[in-house]
């Protein structure tokens, strides 16, 4: 393995290094080869994030909650490794792997606009790096602390470059009280190294409570002030596109009304995993896909909204 551009888990105090990669990836005469334009690319390459408000109606997300029904009454699903509890009351907080025992979930990974939008932001095929749902049940669900996505995927996973989207569908309403996503804008343009070692098996902790790959407060700080902190709210249905070095948190739901989101990662095929760059061993194939990597195609249930173009409002 060559030398570790993004050195992480370490012993002392690291200052935050640039990015190395684009934030764009597509080369310029391919910039407009999809439904983003030139506005919409700006503002993600300023941002590392985009929100688009009602990007599907209702009608089109509430299958997904017969599907999670019938996955509730699956024991043997229930009591697997892929179904992460709150540390504090024990409910359901993560399902991960949704696409591969879901046909909603893996025809919604494929669908045109999404799909288009992720190949021209990363110039290349993609294919799925993780899935999951994130429940935070009315009065109950715990929050998340800081965290850069790409931080873990390169310590633990051995994810190489910075190349990777998070889409993120909002499944029911997100407002300001049910503990929305937080971003910290223009926090992509930095990587910011954290302290202290992995230990085996670190994910079964980590996807309750994240301690270790945790930045730095100052570094934090700085950031925020820089770029201050946004928190996408929307009706059910809308969906958030953000960078994999974005930081981001989530404060708890303090509210009577659960906010659920689904996740789908898209790396580039060209930005496949190695070993881990700073963990004793590999994570699970359901956090960290190695084994099916051949590029996504587009499942177009929806041919009305195959070549259109969309606008994201921030």
């Given amino acids: 393995m060559l030398a570790d551009p993004y050195p992480t888990r370490l012993n002392e105090y690291r200052a935050p290094l640039p990015r190395r990669e684009p934030v764009v990836h597509a080369r310029n005469q391919r910039r407009w ?7 919409a690319l700006s503002r993600y390459e300023r941002d590392g994030f985009l929100w688009f408000d009602g990007f599907f109606s209702r009608d089109r ?9 019938e996955m509730a009454k699956d024991d043997a699903l229930m009591r697997s490794e892929q179904v992460i509890q709150d540390p504090n009351n024990g ?4 399902v ?41 049940y009315g009065f109950q669900g715990s929050g998340f602390d800081w965290h850069s996505d790409f931080e873990t995927w390169h310590a633990e996973d051995g994810m190489p470059r910075m190349r990777a989207v998070s889409a993120s569908l909002m499944l029911t309403d997100n407002n300001e009280f049910n503990g929305p996503l937080m971003l910290i804008p223009g926090s992509h343009r930095h990587f910011v190294p954290c302290m202290g070692e992995t230990p085996e098996a670190n994910w079964q902790e980590s996807l309750k409570a994240q301690e270790i790959g945790v930045p730095d407060q100052q570094a934090l700080a700085q950031l925020a ?28 739901n303090m509210s009577p009304w659960p906010r659920s989101n689904l996740f789908f990662v898209y790396n580039s095929v060209d930005n496949t995993l ?18 099916d990597i051949e590029p996504l195609t587009m499942h177009d249930d929806f041919p009305e909204l195959s070549g259109q173009g969309v606008e994201p409002l921030r």
């Fill in 33 to 39: 080869e999809g439904p983003l334009d030139e506005v």
């Fill in 61 to 69: 997300i509430e299958p997904f909650f017969e599907e999670l029904k």
């Fill in 91 to 94: 409910a359901i907080r993560s």
């Fill in 96 to 136: 991960f792997g949704m696409h591969r025992f879901s046909e909603h979930f893996d025809r919604m990974t494929r669908d045109p606009r999404i799909l288009g939008m992720v190949r021209q932001l990363l110039g290349s095929e993609v294919y799925i790096h993780q899935s999951r749902i994130n429940d935070k």
């Fill in 225 to 252: 002030e820089h770029g201050g902190i946004q928190a996408p709210k929307g009706p059910a249905g809308s969906l958030l596109l953000f960078e994999c070095n974005t930081l981001h948190a989530s404060n708890e």
């Fill in 274 to 291: 190695d070993e881990p760059y700073a963990a004793p061993s590999r994570r699970p194939e359901f956090l960290a896909t190695r084994e």
